[in-house]
């Protein structure tokens, strides 16, 4: 396929794949330990510690490494939540047509104005214990399908009144089996890209909900590294690897997703090609 | 003297790549006052370009190689972009495009439009005239002026677009207009419609002569006063309507005819591409005739020598071996 | 009458669908936070009771109570009681009803962390500083990013070229992330501008030159952080649109016509920024919420602030008075620009016309 050919996949690609990489194959080279007092607090890079430590002084690579495997695994988690419960929104709505789709809009519409970002700060501040990484990642599927939901909803409904539908339907093919066996397929390569932009979403909302100090509870993400660096003013005392590299980190993941979804765009939408 | 004289024409492009495409070879003809030439041919004959080099937009990558273009006896060839925009487009020479209902700025009003073709070709002039002129112009020309100067394009059907786009077209009385495929996907009716107003158009005097370009031979029979088969960047035949359609020499106008005729009694009218093969690559330089590869009556020596146009029972006819 | 004068048909339906937004918005920050398992008064108890015998730390505990609404009072003010002498509390639907009502006259409760300090006065404090960082921070960032893009769009050649990877770049990087790497590069490592505050820590507050000049001093890490990253995907976005408006049909018709070549870039440029709109009025609510983590970063004295130390010392009415606020906040912008789309794009309004 000439998508695999196009530069900005390849680069993207090859950017996730790589932290998928570290995240996967690090630890089995390397031992992460995240509760030792390795060394000094906020001891600068050296060679036992690449990055140094942190405020407990703790291993800081350990940290990052943990860090990204948990914020992979909720941006994964809540992308899957919310694309799927986008997708089963929206290609009923789109396809239903009718009230059916007016009631889904009008509370797609009303979650989408209502800023997610402080629905968020509502549930978990009253989640004060037991926010576990699977649970902070249901909520943020749970508060950010409204954008695949739309998304797909316009792409449902505009198969719906192709011929092949009409077809099935002469046919005596029932809602489910229309939706599953004819429009699916069709969305499928979109709702791929959805999922995506879902993911990454998946990936920063954790990382800023993390960053305020709402969390997750007893795990290491990249978020909360950042938190722990802005309570413990490593930005003021300079130790620059403690929030630097997990800054990085989240860019790098966040611009590979991107960088994909544009290529993809530019596959399936030839009109931005030049 | 001729309205529109096409001298000669042989326009080329150059691409990204290097290569040249002479998209338009040897094309001559011209138009009396009040005469309709119509154009015919498949995809990809060079119909487009030939309508930019006849409008006088010859801008890169498209280069003109030779031959003249003059309206009322003027050159419009080799005159600055800007003297093309201000004084012989929609002044001289118009357009009318394909798929002309889409071709209405989605957010401004037809008055505003119409207003803008105006106020950049002519100078001073208040609003209020304008307006006032524009209401006048629809009127004539058939439509209700106050509803539709001052709807928005999705306000208006596909027709009312159309006729809008014709009236906008031919607001500043060009002598020349070039209609690129004015009716296609429009339902009949309104088909009838359209061709109607233009025709009153041509009448009242509106415009004085008129390109009709279509792959709708049918069409073109109700149409025009004489018709231009154009292939591989040239006009193969061209003549009275009549001769063309009932009574063709080059053979590959015979093809297209017969493609229609056979589908003339009581079916619907096919588009004439039933004839195989495709039409040359016109980067490379060809020797001997274009149609040859197809040609139903080719010879051995049509691939080699190169067709000039010959008068062959009052048609214009470029195959040495029509008669 | 509607029917002949769509903009006001469409304002009012505008207007009362976000009323009704708001209201499901006031309904979710009443109910959710008060969903959890842990119960605010326990957790100011746990602060301040501790080393007080039983009966002082039920005293103060009911005074508490009292004080945030949650035990039912008598017509002199006393708590009433049930059999056991344990006082009554009030139903939840009650709390909510005199939430509204209480918000309604302005009054968001009282500050556990501040105490006795009422969350209206804080938030007040708060929302000048933040309204100063992201009005224009957003608006010019917004404006300047599709000027941008459409200006890469049309001219394409090396400005493009050179342009549009950077754009992309900067679009893709977290508002929080480039603002940690500003604070790090040019606030700490190089010392060209401040790394904290709104203002230098040994000045107060007042309209003063130097009070303002320090605070604009302030001002310019923070604003660079959101602006840079809100232009560059605006101009990404503004980018696409153009070079898909520049083929259009009626572009092509206009410059057929012989319209004038800046007069079709108007149009161009116009149709394009339709959509910008749109986009707006969706990601508005994304990029308060990240011009809010800037100012935590930075800890600019703005509404970010507030909540995050709220949210620190678990200060649950200032929390949800912050929410509230930012919420409304994001629903009165997104009213604005649906009317500004309105305005613009007559589609929306002729749209109505027809069913």
Redesign the interface.
């Known amino acids: 396929m000439n998508l695999l050919k196009t530069p900005s996949f390849l680069i993207g690609m090859g950017l996730f794949l790589s932290t998928i990489c570290i995240a996967l194959l690090f630890p089995l080279f390397y031992n992460l330990d995240i509760t030792t007092r390795a060394g000094v607090p906020y001891m600068a890079p050296s060679a036992g510690h690449w990055l140094g430590t942190d405020h407990l002084g703790v291993d800081m690579v350990s940290l990052l490494v943990s860090g990204l495997r948990s914020s992979l695994y909720v941006g994964f988690l809540a992308g899957i939540i919310a694309t799927l419960l986008g997708t089963l929104l929206g290609v009923y709505a789109g396809f239903k047509g009718g009230w059916i789709d007016d009631i889904i809009t009008l509370i797609t ?2 979650f ?8 968020l ?3 978990s ?5 037991g926010r576990s990484l699977a649970l902070i990642a249901f909520i943020i599927g749970a508060t950010t399908w409204t ?1 695949s939901a739309r998304a797909v909803r316009a792409q449902a409904s505009s198969l719906k009144s192709r011929d092949h539908i009409a077809l099935a339907r002469v046919n005596g093919f029932g809602t489910f089996g229309i939706v599953t066996m004819h429009i699916l397929p069709y969305l499928l390569s979109y709702v791929f890209m959805v999922f995506i932009l879902q993911t990454a979403t998946g990936i ?1 909302s954790e ?2 909900i993390s ?4 969390g997750p509870y007893d795990s290491v993400s990249l978020g909360t590294i ?1 938190n722990e660096a ?1 309570r413990n003013e490593a ?2 005392d ?1 130790a ?1 690897w403690a ?2 590299p997990a ?2 980190l ?2 790098v993941i ?2 590979a997703f ?2 994909i979804n ?1 290529s993809m765009e530019g596959v399936f939408n030839p ?2 090609r030049k | 003297m001729p309205i529109f004289d096409v001298i000669d024409l042989n326009l080329h492009y150059l691409t990204r790549f290097g290569d040249t495409i002479h998209a338009v070879s040897g094309v001559s003809f011209s138009l009396e006052k009040g005469e309709v030439l119509g154009i015919a041919g498949e995809s990809g004959c060079g119909k487009s370009t030939l309508v930019n080099g006849c409008m006088g937009l010859i801008i890169p990558p498209l280069y003109p190689t030779s031959g003249d273009v003059r309206v009322g006896g003027e050159s419009i060839m080799n005159r600055t972009p800007q003297d093309i925009r201000k004084n012989v487009l929609a002044r001289k020479v118009a357009m009318i495009p394909q798929g002309a209902f889409n071709s209405l700025n989605p957010t401004r009003k037809i008055k505003d439009m119409a207003a803008d073709v105006i106020a950049d070709h002519e100078n001073g002039g208040s609003k209020k005239d304008i307006h006032a002129r524009l209401r006048e112009r629809f009127t004539m020309i058939g439509m209700e002026a106050d509803a539709v100067l001052n709807a928005f394009p999705i306000q208006l059907t596909a027709g009312m677009r159309q006729r809008s786009v014709i009236g906008i077209s031919t607001l500043l009385n060009p002598q020349v207009v070039i209609a690129d495929e004015p009716t296609s996907a429009l339902d009949v009716t309104t088909q009838k419609s359209v061709i109607k107003m233009i025709f009153e158009l041509l009448h009242k005097g509106i415009f004085s002569s008129m390109i009709f370009i279509t792959h709708e031979l049918p069409l073109l029979r109700h149409v025009a006063d004489r018709i231009a088969i154009m292939y591989a960047g040239e006009f193969v035949e061209l003549g009275a309507t009549r001769q063309i359609i009932f009574d063709p020499r080059h053979p590959y106008t015979r093809a297209l005819m017969g493609a229609m005729l056979s589908a003339e009694p009581g079916q619907k009218q096919k588009k004439p591409v039933a004839i195989e093969g495709a039409p040359p690559n016109l980067a490379k330089s060809i020797t001997g005739c274009r149609f040859a590869p197809r040609c139903p009556q080719v010879r051995q020596e049509c691939k080699a020598k190169k067709q000039e146009i010959r008068i062959v029972g009052e048609r214009q006819v470029r195959c040495d071996y029509a008669e | 009458m509607l029917k002949r004068h769509p903009t006001l048909h469409y304002i009012l339906t505008r207007a009362g669908w976000y009323f009704l937004t708001f209201l499901v918005a006031v309904t979710i920050n009443f109910f959710l936070p008060r969903m959890g398992p842990s119960n605010p008064i326990d957790i100011i108890m746990a602060k301040v009771g501790s080393g007080l015998d039983t009966k002082a730390a039920k005293e103060k505990e009911e005074a508490y109570l009292k004080e945030f609404g949650l035990v039912e009072l008598d017509n002199g003010g006393a708590i009433l009681r049930d059999e056991s002498g344990n006082p009554v509390r009030t139903p939840g639907w009650k709390q909510f009803r005199n939430y509204i009502l209480m918000s309604l006259q302005g009054d968001l409760g009282t500050s556990f962390l501040n105490y006795p300090k009422k969350v209206t006065e804080i938030i007040k404090q708060a929302v000048p500083w933040t309204l100063a960082l992201q009005f224009p921070t957003i608006m010019l960032g917004w404006i300047i990013g599709n000027i941008l893009g459409a200006l890469a769009a049309y001219r394409r050649g090396v400005f493009d070229r050179l342009f549009f990877p950077m754009a992309l770049l900067l679009s893709a990087i977290p508002f929080f992330a480039f603002g940690m790497l500003l604070v790090y590069q040019f606030g700490i490592e190089w010392r060209v501008f401040p790394a904290i505050g709104g203002y230098a820590g040994n000045l107060i507050p007042s309209l003063n030159w130097s009070f303002i000049g320090s605070a604009l001093y302030h001002y310019i890490l923070p604003f660079l952080s959101i602006f840079l990253i809100l232009a560059g995907g605006q101009a990404i976005g503004m980018r696409s649109m153009c070079i898909y408006e520049l083929g259009t049909d009626y572009v092509k018709y206009a410059k057929w016509l012989g319209i004038n070549e800046n007069r079709v870039l108007f149009y161009m440029f116009r149709n394009a920024m339709l959509p910008q709109l749109t986009g707006l009025a969706l990601s508005l609510g994304g990029m308060i919420g990240g011009a809010l983590i800037t100012e935590m970063i930075f800890s600019y004295p703005g509404l970010g602030m507030a909540v995050l130390t709220a949210i620190q010392g678990n200060d649950y009415p200032l929390i949800q008075g912050c929410t509230l606020l930012i919420t409304v906040s994001v629903l009165l912008a997104n009213f604005t620009v649906d009317i500004l789309i309105g305005f613009f794009d007559p589609r929306v309004k002729a749209g109505q016309k027809g069913k």
């Open positions: 519409n009303l989408l104005v209502i800023p997610t970002f402080v629905v700060i509502l549930i501040s009253s989640l004060k214990e954008w920063l990382a800023c960053m305020i100090g709402l950042l802005m930005l003021t300079g620059w929030f630097i800054t990085i989240i860019t966040v611009f991107y960088v544009t009109r931005l």
